[in-house]
Structure formats: C-alpha cells, structure tokens
C-alpha cells in the first residue's frame, strides 16, 4: 500500500471547472456572475457551454484564477446552494 498523498495544489493557478445544471437560457450568464464574484476578471472569451443530447441539461466550462482552497469551497457552496446546479467539477 501506498501513503503518498494527492498532490497539493499551489495557489494562485488557473483552475478548470465544469458547472453542470438544468438547461436555461440564462444558465451561462448566471454562472459567470457568481464565478465573477469568487475571481473578478474571469476571461470569458474561453468559456465553453454545451447542452446534453437531449436538451435537459447544460454544462458550462472555464478556466479561473484559484487563489486558495476558501475562495474554492466558497465558490462550490454558492453554485450548490443556487438550487439550479447539479455538479461541479
């Protein structure tokens, strides 16, 4: 057995994310202000959204700046708490 620990993120980085939620017209918008809110000057010209294949849900993909594991867990709980998130990844 193995006791080598995952490895540490170092902060700040950039940080990749999947935001997956019920398909809605204004789902990207939302989930670029709450990011915007946890890392102002998200760049969104590298945002990717596609729809599932029959059209219910809806993932969104960016890349911010993490700069600790707060920001992070803050950013999970309020995406979550929205109601309109089903998983971040």
Known sequence: MSDEKAPKIEFPCDYAIKVIGN????????VLAVVERHSPGLDVSAVTVNDSRNGR?????????????????????ELKAS?????VL
């Open 23 to 30: 398909a809605a017209p204004d789902f990207k918008e939302f």
């Open 57 to 77: 849900f809806c993932s969104v993909r960016l890349t911010m700046v993490a700069t600790g594991e707060p920001q992070l867990q803050a950013l999970f709980n």
């Open 83 to 87: 109601g309109r998130v089903h998983m």
